[in-house]
């Protein structure tokens, strides 16, 4: 079941994707952009969903443990698994498969990019300077820093550097790092806009990786580059509506045809479009519940709830302006699809549900993808005070033991405030000893 649910899904990604190759070029006598790769379809990053063989391994393993100790299951979660078979390998495989989208849109900020891999902690950076915010997000086996340009405070560790061309951006370059890190950077300017933006990604590309095996020049190359784009596009078909601290849009000729209040508990607003429902929900959040907009819990509670683990289903942790949701994207061409993106603020969860059938709607899939991405909050700077974690307590501590990835972020995150804000960082490793 589980490989046929892979093909499946690869099927479908077929229906995203063209055979035009990644179009980065460079100047005569520049260096070769590192990782491009023109077998790479140049719309790859818009299938969310990406998976390898180790992740593979690693969802059977999982799914074997899981039904070896359940026998006598000791808690909720053991019970399902038990009962409903190929519901654990199919979690397992979600949590592997994530990706992770950026949305920045305060201020002079206007962009979207997505990188295929998870994100587990974000942090937003401040300095005294007039550059900007810097957001910076952790993974497991990879960090993105996001933000203005950042390029100088890196030179010592350039191993080499060029420039490129690519559709859209202007006054594009890349920087390599030396050693055996591996690490890039890319600075642009967005096409007719003024403001340059600067991305560091680093990623190991290691084989054993179920996460993301590939190497960060790769990943930059092909997938984080090609998939950067404004957000302006949004205001040709779609507008923002506001609910007290939160701010999502709806296409422009969608009505608002009711608001209730289901269960005594959950406040709903109901708009339709010509194929295409939403819903638009929020609820009080609990403090003595486990967050229920982290990834674990959204994938378990949708494949539980739903069910059809071989359909094709996507999943992403979207950051808009440093603030965590998390997106399910179940696409189905010309049938009857589903996309939600859950977030929260300190008093509310939000559930944001569009079901639709994009045979008969007059929207494309990736435009009410990128619609639905989209959130905002009034007090988003009051929030992002903190970091805003993924995972549990347990699996913090986890994270937070990585010998290698922690000492590194801390390093980064030390190195990008040194002319600002003080932070803490006890020990860590500095870069060129990485």
Known sequence: ????????????????????????????????????????????????????E?????????????????????????????????????????????????????GKNNIRLSVPNISLRGDTVESKS???????????????LVGPPHGKKINKYIQNEGIYTYPGLENASWKIFKGKTHVMYTEFTPSKTKTTYGITYLGGGDVKDPYQDKFAEV??????????????????????????????????????????????????????????????????????????????????????KYGDLEAPTQYATVWNNGLPGFLIDRYKPNGESYLR???????????????????????KHKQLRDMVEYASFDNAESLRKETQ?????????????NSMFNPWYMEWIRILRVIGQKVCVTNPNKLENL
């Not at 307590?393 to 986890?398: I, L, N």
Request: charged share 25%; net charge positive; with cysteine.
């Open 341 to 363: 993106h859950f977030t929260k603020d300190s008093e509310y969860y939000y559930s944001y549900c569009i079901d639709y059938d994009e045979s008969k709607s007059p929207y």
């Open 219 to 304: 990943v930059m190359s092909n997938y984080i580059i090609p998939s950067i784009e404004p957000l302006s596009g949004l205001d040709n078909y779609s507008h923002v509506k506001h609910w007290d601290n939160f701010s999502y849009r709806i296409p422009k000729k969608a009505k608002l045809v009711s608001e209730a209040l289901e269960d005594n508990k959950n406040e709903v607003r109901t708009y339709e479009d010509v194929g295409v429902k939403i819903r638009v929900l929020r609820f009080r959040i609990d403090p003595n519940i486990v967050d229920k907009s982290l990834a674990k819990k959204q994938i378990f509670t949708f494949l539980n």
């Open 1 to 52: 079941m589980l490989r046929k649910s892979i093909i499946m899904m690869a099927l479908a990604a077929a229906f995203t994707m063209n055979v035009n190759a990644v179009q980065i070029e460079v100047p005569k006598w520049q260096p070769p952009v590192p990782g491009a790769d023109a077998s790479i379809p140049a719309n790859a990053y818009e299938n969310y969903f990406h998976i390898n």
């Open 389 to 401: 974690w993924r995972m549990t307590d347990h699996h913090k501590k986890k994270l937070a033991s």
């Open 54 to 106: 180790k992740a593979i391994q690693e969802a059977e393993i999982f799914s074997a443990k899981v039904q070896k100790n359940v026998e006598k299951p000791k808690v909720a979660i053991e019970k399902v698994f038990k009962e409903k078979t190929g519901l654990a390998q199919a979690v397992k495989l979600g949590e592997f498969s994530e990706s992770t989208v950026i949305l920045l849109h305060e």
């Open 130 to 144: 007039s550059d900007g915010l810097l957001f910076a997000v952790h993974g497991y086996t990879g960090i993105l």
